[in-house]
């Protein structure tokens, strides 16, 4: 398998995507190649001095580095970037996954520009009229995906219908149904309530759509306290409220995270040595691990990671388009929308 | 001050409200009467067997049973409960708020119809168009008060602008203004992004509108995972929205909180005696303590408190009526919106 990393992307840009997969190489043999997309000497040094490749040298056989003029910053503006293109490295990358050279593209830049530059390169699924951001939510006890989180920020039932087959096409390809003991996936639609009716006219009509959809187990409304504890595979909702979701699920963690932080380092003694309820909280908590946003509807494995990135972070998101490749992500969703 | 509260509302009904009540009445001496609405049977055995009335039958004195032979059920519909109104508890109480017998109205029924009702006998101030409800997030850093968390799924610009007066007016009823030395309440519109021009169209309008209004500190845009740390007083959005961030935040807290005490419960040397950092956590993160969302638009205080509610968090809504009460809330909202 090859990848193709945006190596400038994100907040971090190099300092991130540089460890992050040097770590891949070492873990996944069977990544035969990875193409780094950058500045051809910024790359080299940062190769040059980094801590894997002086322990084993063999490393930077596995890496072709392709040099790019210049990078999409995040401020940069969607409709520019895709009018412009010019020769970045993230623009390179999306070439390269729609040439064919490498299976899959990972990048933390500029999450309008890589969806536009993404569709313009390697085009949609017939039919599909928007690519949507799926998000893997941090439910520790199943894991289940939410989509749209931020690509369309208005939706017609008929989106929100077609988000729920392409997050189904997910997760078949992460779990074959053979797994799944012939179970379909389950799916739910984000609202204010859970009894039929509540909601906006687009969230009751798509209902009906998944409904009377027999690819999948159409499991009802869900309300937003119950996102990190239902046992469903998926929850469409339009990219406005996912977006509001996520991030509001993210920032308590966060919030919580930091109070407990606070409250170890003034009880010294439970943490030293001691691994306390609030160590092992920090630990399941660390919302690195699921990192990495699946862009849907594009005939390619494009992983947007988040754009405040680091090393491990980016090495998850790597890792999300290891695990979609291996699980043949674009045949599984070819079929879901057929 | 007098207080009315809907005794049969919410899925506890009298096992919330009578002890509630009670803990109200000791803990304010200028509670002159609480007049409680429901079935005198049902509420006449609530109090002869409550620990607080046998401890101290004097509390009977302030207490005024109100007789209702109906109530609202959770799951009747709103439009229903308006058209028909009959003699539920909560239609009598809200009655009673109207013809001031009452300062203000606590219940913990079903939400839809508490705002009918209450729009029907209290009427709405000039120019407000539609009641929204207001949450205290908890944030522990800076109190701020989101709406509308669900009162209105749709909204226009002008609505989320009249949202954000609103916000400021209950915002100066609890912090006097010479409090705040002097400073207008910052005012922030929930988006998915914090550059100009994020969002839907609505959003981008009301910035505009709130931009343009001396009356408040329009900070800009927030995004969700901001809500807990900000600094601002008030955040403004539609009721689909604000009904899914607070939600996703308090379901966050939940699901992190069962998390911290099964690991409590499985370090037993921690949780004898020891006050660690998850136990610190479980107490701050106790969201009973915010419960209580205002209804705004109101010529009266209307409080709705949570449908779950157990007596504790029954009891923060009571208390948050009479510190409203105190801070002439509908005096202010009155001079705020004029």
């Known amino acids: 398998m090859k990848i193709a990393i945006d190596a400038m992307g994100g907040d971090c840009g190099l300092t991130a995507t540089i460890p992050a997969t040097l770590a891949v190489l070492e873990a996944y043999p069977d990544i035969t190649k990875v193409h780094l997309f950058g500045h051809e000497t910024a790359i080299n040094k940062a190769l040059d001095s980094a801590e894997r490749i002086l322990a084993n040298p063999l490393l930077r056989q596995r890496l072709q580095i392709r040099h790019a003029e210049s990078q999409v910053n995040m401020a940069d503006k969607p409709a520019k970037v895709l009018r412009e293109r010019g020769e970045s490295s993230m623009f390179l990358a999306l070439r390269a996954l729609a040439a064919d050279e490498v299976d899959a593209c990972v990048s933390s830049g500029n999450t309008g ?127 406005f409220t996912g977006n509001i979701a996520l991030k509001a699920c993210e920032g308590t963690a966060d919030y919580i995270r930091s109070y407990a932080q606070q409250a170890l380092s003034e009880n010294p003694r439970q943490s030293s040595g001691v691994e306390g309820p609030s160590e092992r909280l920090l630990q399941a908590m660390q919302t690195a691990r699921f990192n990495g946003a699946v862009l849907l509807g594009l005939r390619r494995t494009v992983i947007k990671s988040h754009g405040a990135s680091d090393a491990i972070a980016f090495q998850a998101a790597i890792e999300k388009a290891i695990i979609l490749e291996q699980g043949e992500l674009t045949q599984k969703m070819m079929k879901q929308l057929s």
Request: with cysteine.
């Open 113 to 239: 520009a890589l969806i536009g530059l993404a569709r313009h390169c390697c085009g949609t699924f017939e039919d599909v009229r928007t690519v949507a951001i799926c998000a893997q939510l941090p439910n520790l006890n199943h894991p289940s995906y939410l989509l749209d989180v931020g690509a369309n920020v208005d939706c017609t039932a008929s989106q929100l219908h077609q988000f729920a087959r392409m997050g189904c096409g997910l997760v078949s390809s992460l779990y074959p149904l053979d797994q799944r003991l012939g179970q379909k996936p389950k799916v739910r639609a984000l609202s204010i309530g859970v009894e039929s009716g509540k909601g906006n006219q687009a969230v009751t009509d798509a209902v009906a759509l998944c409904a009377d959809d027999a690819s999948m187990d159409f499991a009802g409304l869900i309300e937003a306290n119950q996102l990190l504890m239902d046992d469903c595979d998926v929850v469409v909702c339009d990219g």
